[in-house]
């Protein structure tokens, strides 16, 4: 097995289209054009010998770092030798072309690089033909083209290009690899260049123009801030859709079989963060997303009024195997597309609607034919109320009754009600009414184990897993007679590992972070205002090379 670099030391760029992932030691590992859910171009991640990679380093480097350029998603990797520093900021320009960028810089001198750029197309499936143009070479697969200008003497090899060069202080080079489609003409190294000739300054102030709208001034603004510039990574400007992540086929646990495609629009984790947007004043994204999904209901994979994922670029999600990656870490078999997309996961209409309900709120009423859509969608919801599905973790085998798919089926009939009050909005009041009340009884008869003195994960069952947390953050069970607080001992009972929140104790040592922020929410909206702090605070220190947090003492800040 070849060597991989830790998660941890990738920063991540992108251009509201497609993304690219960026080791500490200046190479790009894994990139997909042009868009999130293309196939890849640079795939070293999941394997370092056939999946291609474009690197930039300083060979004779004794220190390496890597941080953002101040409030933006430009990354800035640096090389600390004997004779000075050596720096690369990458970056994708949000506009024009669809391209990577990558500024090679000496401060101090003189400074000796080496560069290689090596695609290898469509996961590697894919031969490519290498042309070389002036200053230029043209990488020309059957589906992608790559154009990349060389600004310093170069080689070929292997269907790629290497090249090692030096740098007096002060002095710079700029490479650019731009994206084209087939029948596209190969553009000279001239039109490239003055094509992208502002585009860093552009794409610096894109991003501080689009991060100063932030109202967020409280005690976790950094956080919050480069938090809110991953999200908009994710987001796809052509579709408006919101991709889950940027990478397919990282584990669960490495070597295991666990290994999924995440870089489609997911309504869950989509209808989530548009409710960040939407909390911080960001009513683009928001529309963009409802638009998308407008577009989409009705009209994918399943029988079923929403898929629980769709595709961003047109990108089958089809759940296909790569044989001929060896994954990473070992960690096969790598896939592309995800057959859960095609899976009943009830609770999708539940985040729906309440996004729905915000988004009448925060941002614009809805249009008739979505509240018509959101009726039917009502209608056959309470059609199927008994269903059991594959629940929020994509249970594989046997359908089972999720106590989170029945919280969220609630959300859903509750949100309707809120919103046809709101707005008299037509609606079959007591129809609706009667079916939530029934999910709600069901619960409580249900779910409540009287041995565990808590409820559980699936009617009738004995495991808690970390979504009961939604019980408390649907508003279902608010009131003071409702035993929650018990079920929350035990979760912090069987599932905590320090501060870190397991999602089922099957998952042994395995935290899993998103379950942890969301006890520290549940903890504060209980009271436990110190606990949720602690929780979050020490989830915090999870954070890689690129948190921005100043190093200081926490317990001085304010909040």
Same mark, same amino acid.
């Given at each position: 097995? &070849? ?20 080791? /500490? ?16 171009? @640079? ?22 770092? +890597?941080?953002?350029?101040? +409030? ?17 900021? =990458? ?6 072309? $669809? ?21 290898? @197309? =469509? ?15 043209? @990488?020309?697969?059957? &589906? ?48 490239? /260049?003055?094509?992208?000739? =502002? ?8 991003? #501080? +123009? ?21 999200? /908009? ?49 960001? +009513? ?28 961003? &670029? ?14 990473? #870490? ?24 309440? %996004? %729905?309900?915000? @988004? ?6 809805? &249009? ?15 059609? $199927?109320?008994?269903?059991?599905? %594959? ?14 798919? /029945?919280?969220?089926?609630?959300? %859903? ?8 009050? #709101? ?109 949720? #702090? ?12 690129? =948190? ?12």
């Amino acid at each position: 097995m &070849s060597e991989y670099k830790p998660i941890s030391d990738y920063g991540v760029i992108g251009n509201l289209r497609a993304a690219a992932l960026v080791a /500490k030691n200046g190479s790009i590992d894994w990139a997909c054009l042009p868009d999130l859910d293309s196939p890849s171009v @640079f795939a070293r991640l999941l394997d370092s010998r056939r999946g291609g990679h474009f690197r930039v380093w300083v060979p004779e480097a004794t220190t390496q770092g +890597q941080a953002y350029a101040a +409030q933006t998603n430009v990354l800035l990797t640096r090389f600390g030798c004997s004779s000075g520093i050596g720096e690369v900021e =990458d970056l994708m320009p949000i506009e024009g072309r $669809h391209a990577i960028l990558r500024i090679v810089r000496a401060i101090g001198g003189p400074v000796r690089f080496r560069a290689e750029c090596l695609p290898r @197309f =469509d996961y590697g499936r894919q031969q490519h033909r290498t042309h070389e143009g002036q200053d230029i070479v043209h @990488f020309e697969s059957p &589906s992608l083209c790559l154009d990349l200008t060389c600004p310093t003497p170069y080689r070929l090899v292997e269907s790629g290009v290497e090249s090692e060069f030096t740098l007096s202080a002060g002095e710079s080079v700029i490479w650019i690899l731009s994206a084209r489609g087939v029948q596209e003409q190969r553009p000279q190294a001239s039109a490239l /260049k003055a094509a992208f000739e =502002d585009a860093p300054t552009r794409t610096l102030d894109y991003w #501080r +123009q689009w991060l100063a709208q932030c109202p967020y001034r409280g005690r976790w603004r950094r956080e919050v801030e480069r938090s809110l510039l991953v999200l /908009k990574l994710l987001t796809h400007r052509p579709s408006g859709g919101i991709a889950a992540a940027v990478t397919t086929s990282l584990p669960e646990v490495i070597g295991g079989e666990n290994n999924w495609d995440y870089r489609f629009c997911w309504v869950r984790d989509a209808c989530w963060t548009v409710d960040a947007f939407m909390s911080l004043g960001y +009513q683009e994204e928001a529309r963009a997303f409802m638009g998308y999904l407008a577009h989409r209901r009705d009209d994918g994979g399943s029988r079923d009024p929403l898929d629980v994922a769709y595709s961003l &670029s047109g990108t089958s999600l089809e759940e296909t195997t790569l044989d001929h990656l060896e994954g990473y #870490r070992g960690s096969r078999p790598v896939r592309v597309g995800n057959a859960a997309a095609f899976q009943r996961q009830l609770d999708v209409y539940g985040e729906y609607a309440r %996004a %729905a309900l915000r @988004f009448d709120a925060a941002v614009d009423r809805i &249009s008739h034919e979505d509240w018509r859509w959101l009726q039917s969608m009502g209608a056959w919801l309470i059609d $199927h109320l008994d269903d059991a599905d %594959a629940g929020l973790w994509e249970s594989r085998g046997e359908r089972k009754h999720f106590v989170h798919s /029945k919280v969220q089926i609630w959300v %859903a009939l509750d949100s309707l009600l809120e919103l046809a009050s #709101r707005r008299s909005l037509p609606l079959d009041v007591n129809r609706v009414r009667q079916a939530r009340d029934q999910v709600a009884d069901a619960i409580r008869r249900d779910a409540w184990s009287h041995t565990r003195t808590s409820y559980t994960a699936t009617f009738g069952g004995s495991e808690v897993d970390a979504a009961l947390l939604f019980l408390e953050q649907s508003g279902l069970f608010c009131a003071a007679d409702d035993p929650f607080m018990e079920t929350l001992a035990t979760l912090e009972k069987e599932l905590l590992i320090g501060r870190a929140l397991m999602r089922r104790r099957r998952d042994e040592r395995n935290a899993f972070c998103a379950c942890s922020f969301w006890l520290a929410e549940v903890l504060a909206r209980c009271g436990r205002r110190e606990r949720a #702090r602690d929780v979050l605070e020490r989830m915090l220190t999870y954070a890689n090379h690129l =948190d921005s947090t100043p190093k200081r003492s926490r317990s001085t800040a304010t909040s």
